[in-house]
C-alpha cells in the first residue's frame, strides 16, 4: 500500500506540472480528488489493513494528499497569473469608443396617422378633445336622432355591455366618435370647432374593417354655416393629407344625425382610382375605384337641440372618418387590407 501511495503522488505530481489551464486544472481534481478518484479509492482500502498499519498509512495518505494539494493550489496561482496578465491584450477595450446603442422602437403608424390628422385639423382652429369609450346609449344614439328600432342599435351591430340601464340608457362601447358631439353641445361653449379622435368598437371585420378601430370626428357650430364651408375643410384635409392630385368626392347618403347628409370617397390608391389592379382583377379594397371614408353633412336640428343648442340661431356641420382606413389610402401605400395593422408584424410596422 505504501508503495502504491508513493506511485500515485509521483504520478499526480507529474501530472501537475504539465497542466496549462484552468480547464485542465479541473480535470486533474476530478481525476485524483473525485468521488471515484484514485486518491479516494486507495484510501478507501484503509479497513482492509491491520490496526497497526492502518495508522501509520493513514498518517502518509495525509501527507502525501497535503503536499499535492499545495502543489495544486501553486498551479491555480500561476495559471490565475498569466491570466491576469494577457488580460489586457485579450479582453482590450477602448474607452474612447461609442457604445452600442439600444435598439429604439416609434409609434404605431395609427398614432403617427392620428398625429398627422391632428395637426391639419390644429391649423383651421379645431381643438381636439377626449370622450368616452365606454358611453351611454343615450349620447350614441337617442341624441343623435336615432330612434330605439334604428338597424345600429341592434346588438349584431354594436357590443353593449351587460350592466344595468342608467338614466340615459344602456352603456355601450361607443360604435362613432359622434357620440360626443352633443357631449361638446352641453359644455356651452359657442362657436364650436371640435376634432375627437378616439377608439370605436363595431361587429365587423373583414379587409376594410375591424373590431376597433379609430375615427376623426369634426363638428363646427356657428352662424351661417354652409355645405361649402363644409366641403372647403373636407378638400383643405384631402390636399395636405393625401396630396393635391388626388380626388374626393361627395355622395348624396342618408344618416339620422345630419340633414343633407353625405359619404365622402376618395380615389383608391391601391389600384389608382381604376377598381382593377395590375393582374385584371378586381380590386378588393374598392371595388370599382372609389373607397369610402366616412360620412359628413349638416348638423340635424334634432341634434343641436339635444345639445342644448337654438337650430334657429345656430347651425353648422360634422364628418367621421375613419383613422385607418384614411391612412389606408394615403398615397404610395398600397395597403391591401386593414387588419395587417393590428397584426404586430414586425415586417410590416418596421416599415413605418
Known amino acids: 500500500m505504501k508503495t502504491r501511495l508513493a506511485e500515485l503522488k509521483k504520478e499526480a505530481l507529474a501530472d501537475l506540472e504539465k497542466i496549462k489551464t484552468a480547464e485542465e486544472l479541473r480535470d486533474f481534481e476530478v481525476k485524483y480528488f473525485g468521488r471515484k478518484g484514485k486518491y479516494n479509492d486507495m484510501v478507501k482500502e484503509l479497513p482492509k489493513l491491520a490496526p497497526e498499519e492502518r495508522k501509520d498509512f493513514g498518517r502518509l495518505a495525509n501527507e502525501a494528499k497535503q503536499e499535492i494539494e499545495k502543489k495544486l493550489e501553486d498551479k491555480k496561482s500561476d495559471i490565475e497569473k498569466k491570466r491576469l496578465e494577457n488580460l489586457a491584450k485579450e479582453e482590450w477595450i477602448d474607452k474612447t469608443l461609442p457604445g452600442k446603442t439600444q435598439k429604439l422602437g416609434h409609434l404605431h403608424l395609427t398614432t403617427q396617422a392620428i398625429n398627422e390628422i391632428s395637426g391639419i385639423f390644429e391649423r383651421l382652429g379645431f381643438v381636439l378633445r377626449r370622450y368616452p369609450e365606454i358611453e351611454w346609449d343615450w349620447y350614441a344614439f337617442h341624441a343623435l336622432n336615432m330612434p330605439k328600432d334604428h338597424p345600429a342599435r341592434d346588438e349584431w351591430e354594436t357590443f353593449f355591455l351587460d350592466l344595468p340601464e342608467g338614466k340615459k340608457g344602456k352603456l355601450v362601447l361607443t360604435p362613432h366618435t359622434s357620440s360626443g358631439q352633443v357631449r361638446e353641445m352641453e359644455r356651452g361653449e359657442l362657436p364650436i370647432r371640435?376634432?375627437?379622435?378616439?377608439?370605436?368598437?363595431?361587429?365587423?371585420?373583414?379587409?376594410?374593417?375591424v373590431p376597433m378601430f379609430h375615427q376623426f370626428e369634426g363638428l363646427l357650430i356657428d352662424k351661417n354655416v354652409s355645405i361649402?364651408?363644409?366641403?372647403?375643410?373636407?378638400?383643405?384635409?384631402?390636399?395636405?393629407f393625401f396630396g393635391a392630385e388626388r380626388r374626393t368626392r361627395l355622395r348624396p347618403f342618408h344618416f339620422r344625425f345630419t340633414e343633407p347628409s353625405f359619404e365622402i370617397d376618395i380615389s383608391c390608391d391601391v389600384c389608382g382610382g381604376t377598381g382593377k389592379l395590375k393582374d385584371g382583377t378586381k380590386c378588393r379594397v374598392c371595388k370599382e375605384g372609389w373607397l369610402e371614408l366616412g360620412g359628413a353633412g349638416m348638423v340635424h336640428p334634432n341634434v343641436l337641440r339635444a345639445g342644448?343648442?337654438?337650430p334657429k340661431e345656430w347651425n353648422g356641420f360634422a364628418f367621421g372618418w375613419g383613422v385607418e382606413r384614411t391612412f389606408m389610402m394615403k398615397q404610395g401605400m398600397k395597403i391591401d387590407d386593414i387588419r395587417i395593422m393590428y397584426k404586430n408584424d414586425l415586417r410590416f410596422i418596421k416599415q413605418f
Open 308 to 310: 342644448g343648442i337654438d
Open 194 to 209: 371640435m376634432m375627437n379622435i378616439s377608439k370605436c368598437y363595431r361587429r365587423q371585420a373583414d379587409v376594410t374593417h
Open 228 to 240: 361649402s364651408h363644409l366641403k372647403g375643410v373636407l378638400d383643405y384635409f384631402a390636399h395636405n
